[in-house]
């Protein structure tokens, strides 16, 4: 059987596009990361251990971030990202886990620094009635200064995966939340032009799509503005 193509995203220094499986590499000799690293060896902020964090949707897994994050910084801090950047739509609870639902809960206001370890995976769970699942895998550690005060940088994303009209098959930007949770047979993803002439509003009128594992489930109605 064919291959599913591979999840595509892009580096937030350079704007190259790449393989999700390649982007540590890219990452890695990135000319622009590197001179962004050696622009912030100058600052006066404390050297100190950045972790890089693979996000990834426990199952929507074409839904991925590259994050540094400060080793000081806690878990408090990586919650309220996660929230600005994917999941944020009604306040819901939230906890870190090892081991998903049921598993250690980890409390938020412990540092990076004290859990993690290269290799280890964290789950982060965020309303828990209608639930986005998010792995956290750590990739890797330096020693340096962080790039901005920012606590977590965004270093690459995966691209908006695609999705067509179930109407006429052409690219998709809208999503039919009726369809969705009522008639999910026939699909639920809209051209601009179904969208306009959609007869379904008993859930609202289409929402238009967003680079998120949310988009469909509870209120979400997309990430927050930038920096986060």
Request: charged share 25%; net charge negative.
């Amino acid at each position: 059987m064919p291959k599913n193509p591979q999840s595509r995203g892009t580096c937030a220094y350079c704007g190259a596009e790449f393989a999700k499986a390649g982007a540590g590499r890219h990452l890695e000799k990135c000319p622009e990361r590197l001179n962004a690293i050696q622009a912030a060896e100058k600052s006066k902020r404390p050297t100190e251990n950045l972790w890089h964090l693979r996000i990834q949707d426990a199952y929507a897994k074409d839904f991925w971030l590259d994050l540094e994050m400060s080793g000081s910084a806690s878990l408090t801090t990586l919650d309220k990202y996660l929230r600005a950047i994917w999941l944020e739509c009604c306040g819901h609870l939230s906890e870190f886990t090892i081991g998903g639902f049921g598993g250690t809960t980890i409390g938020k206001a412990r540092k990076a620094d004290a859990v993690f370890r290269t290799g280890v995976s964290l789950d982060h769970l965020y309303d828990f009635g209608t639930t986005s699942e998010t792995t956290i895998k750590v990739v890797g550690v330096r020693q340096g200064k962080a790039f901005n005060k920012h606590a977590i940088s965004l270093m690459a994303r995966n691209l908006q995966p695609e999705a067509r009209c179930s109407e006429c098959g052409e690219s998709a930007n809208w999503l039919c939340i009726e369809c969705l949770y009522e008639e999910p047979e026939n699909g639920w993803f809209l051209c601009d032009e179904h969208a306009e002439e959609h007869p379904h509003a008993d859930y609202g009128e289409p929402m238009p799509l967003c680079n998120s594992p949310r988009v469909g489930m509870c209120g979400y109605s997309g990430p927050a503005e930038p920096p986060y």
